[in-house]
């Protein structure tokens, strides 16, 4: 648990300096403790220098001149975020621009003017006695007896902040409940918000532009705010370019329902409509940036491979650049394209910087930091993709991990680790923990496992009708692709089919649900949040987003079969595997659904335990819950899969 994770990485303009947020595991005040540094890349043997630590740290951005850098940044994590600046030559302390008295609710997202004098920033502003008087009238009670009445939040705002401090000044309303990004135009007339009228609707998010001020032209931008329509857009990223705005959408209007889709390029044109890029173009785009002759620089991820590619927007060409086995992320590039940044990791490496000297140097891009070194000294597995056959003419593919030194070894226990989402996942063949310690492949090779992450139907990488294949067939068909997956593996006599197990998380944790009344196959399960019982979900704010995106837009009573099938909790009657089940006491539903599938295998006299972090939301934040989660679940799986015996939680030493 002491792999540091790089959040955030920064090309100063001119190229001569690097700054980037380091994230770590502070098991002293129990919390993750964030670090914001410089390096000088003129100097090739200096050593980075630290500007802060911080309780929190988001949002790194040089000013356009490049004298200061501003964050998001917090002393309290529970409070919230305030906008900073700090100049790394003057020696400086960073200062705090925003005042916490105006900005109650803290600083959502900003972005700089590109004239460097100011900053746009947008916020949820505190409810003042007028709007606190009309919730209680909407929200209030009838004597003891609490009332609720849907209503819309406050909308955030959007503010002009001086670079010298001072009081910022108000611009307008944002109209979304719940701002996602923001990104003002290259000639600082226009802000692009992006944001969710109704955060669980899986077509809700919008694009719109909101006027800064001064004369607008229709030749460059229209004289009003365009919006993209809802139903037919899922926001991943956006960028502007010159004068056009660049967005990477997960997903499309079919048959007047939103659908999922890769996450594919396009370019905002006139009354918002989205124009494909490269529409051809492999893979799920997961970054845009802009490159200083108009072109775009990009990260995709293909299968379990992740690809930097350059696109033509305006002839569509796409050239790649790197492949790399593993991830990366956090592209970063100078104002002259000259000097590219970024972070990866492969079945080697654990993550560190990368800095590139153009685009023809991205493929043998130099590392400029070594904070992981220390674990990437460690014994690694051997990792591989590794295909099977779906059953219906197609493959499947994972990464698979074996105990080092040992590929090819025949007889291994085999854990299963299935990700997350599944819409818009997939994993690659890294030896990273992840950042948030909640997938730990690496890990359980280094005790003997061989691990397979399968990046089954629904997962991105593979094309449009890969992740689609799973609508309507949410259990059915990744639980299928899982089993296959499973029994490829003890085919090949690689793995002991008496000694299987499966750990799940999220995404995960809803089909290892699946997958344990489906089959006797495993022979322990750990699974997290993920959704039990789908019929009882959609009685919350997530039941639309849910059979929207799973079931087709069907409803339960529209096709009650169907919605049974496909949930988990139809299996109750089959379970046998020992199960732990883990939840966030924070984390919306998982808490009451763990509850159900806990007394439910109760009942059924299944081996099963149930651990609720208190305080935690969907990812855990506290490096002691992380470490006892991890603790948890190998003690879970070496007990139930090589009869190892069970000890307490303090003495599992991972």
């Known amino acids: 648990m002491s792999e540091v994770s790089f959040d955030e990485v920064r090309i100063a303009p001119d190229g001569g300096r690097l700054a980037y947020v380091a994230r770590r595991n502070d098991f002293e005040h129990d919390r993750e403790a964030f670090s914001l540094w410089v390096l000088d890349l003129a100097a090739k043997t200096a050593d980075p220098v630290r500007l802060a630590d911080l309780a929190a740290c988001s949002a790194l951005r040089w000013s356009p001149d490049g004298r200061a850098l501003s964050f998001l940044g917090a002393d309290d994590p529970a409070a919230g975020a305030q906008l900073f600046l700090v100049e790394p030559t003057s020696g400086a302390k960073p200062r ?348 359980l090779a280094a005790r003997g496992f061989l691990v397979l992450n399968p990046n089954y139907r629904g997962s991105a990488g593979r094309g449009d009708a890969f992740v689609q294949g799973i609508v309507g067939h949410r259990c059915s068909r990744p639980s299928e692709d899982v089993i296959r997956g499973v029994e490829s593996l003890v085919a090949r006599g690689w793995a002991d089919r008496q000694r299987v197990g499966l750990i799940g998380y999220s995404g995960g944790g809803g089909l290892s649900k699946c997958l344990i009344g489906r089959t006797d196959l495993f022979r322990a399960a750990c699974t997290g949040a993920g959704v039990w019982d789908d019929l009882a979900l959609y009685g919350t704010p997530r039941g639309q987003m849910w059979a929207e995106a799973f079931y087709g837009s069907v409803k339960p009573w529209d096709d009650f079969a169907l919605w049974w099938h496909e949930s988990p909790v139809s299996g109750l009657g089959r379970v046998k595997t020992p199960t732990l089940i883990v939840a966030g006491e924070s984390d919306g539903e998982a808490p009451r659904q763990a509850d159900e599938l806990y007394r439910g295998l109760v009942a059924r006299g299944v081996p099963t335990e149930s651990l609720v972090f208190p305080g935690e939301g969907h990812v855990f934040t506290r490096p002691s819950h992380k470490r006892t989660l991890m603790r948890a679940e190998i003690s879970w799986l070496e007990h139930y899969l090589l009869g190892k015996p069970r000890a307490e939680l303090s003495e599992i030493k991972p």
Request: glycine share 12%.
């Open 96 to 443: 705090r621009l925003t005042d916490p008295a105006s900005f109650e609710n803290g600083v959502d997202f900003y972005d700089w003017l590109p004239d460097g004098t100011g900053l746009v920033a947008v916020a949820t502003d505190a409810p003042d006695a007028a709007a606190l008087a009309a919730k209680r009238a909407l929200r209030g009670f009838y004597g003891d007896v609490r009332r609720l009445v849907d209503s819309p939040l406050p909308p955030p705002s959007l503010y002009r902040v001086p670079r010298t401090g001072g009081p910022a000044e108000k611009i307008g309303a944002v109209p979304f409940e719940l701002p996602l990004d923001l990104q003002v135009s290259a000639d600082g007339r226009w802000a692009a918000v992006n944001g969710d009228d109704r955060s669980e609707v899986a077509s809700s998010n919008q694009v719109e532009l909101l006027p800064l001020g001064g004369p607008a032209t229709a030749a460059k931008a229209p004289a009003s705010p365009r919006r993209r329509t809802a139903g037919a857009f899922y926001k991943e990223g956006m960028a502007w370019a010159g004068d056009d705005l660049f967005v990477i959408g997960q997903g499309k209007e079919q048959a007047g329902r939103f659908v999922f889709t890769e996450g594919r390029l396009y370019r905002m044109g006139a009354e918002g409509r989205l124009v494909p890029v490269a529409p051809g173009m492999e893979g799920y785009l997961k970054q845009i940036v802009p490159l200083p002759d108009g072109s775009l620089l990009v990260t995709a991820n293909v299968s379990t491979v992740m690809r930097v590619s350059r696109v033509e927007p305006a002839s569509g060409a796409v050239r790649t650049l790197r492949e790399q086995r593993g991830w990366l992320a956090n592209l970063s590039v100078s104002r002259d394209g000259k000097v590219i940044a970024f972070v990866t990791t492969d079945p080697r490496h654990f993550p560190e910087i990368y800095v590139a000297s153009g685009l023809e140097g991205v493929a043998s891009a130099r590392p400029v930091t070594g904070i992981n070194a220390s674990l990437t000294a460690e014994p690694q597995p051997e990792v591989e993709t590794f295909s099977w056959d779906d059953g219906a003419g197609g493959t499947v593919e994972g990464a698979l991990f074996w105990p080092p030194g040992r590929k090819g070894e025949k007889g291994l226990p085999l854990v299963v680790d299935l990700h997350g989402g599944p819409f818009s996942v997939a994993r690659t063949e890294a030896v990273s923990l992840q950042g948030s310690f909640l997938s730990f492949p690496a890990l």
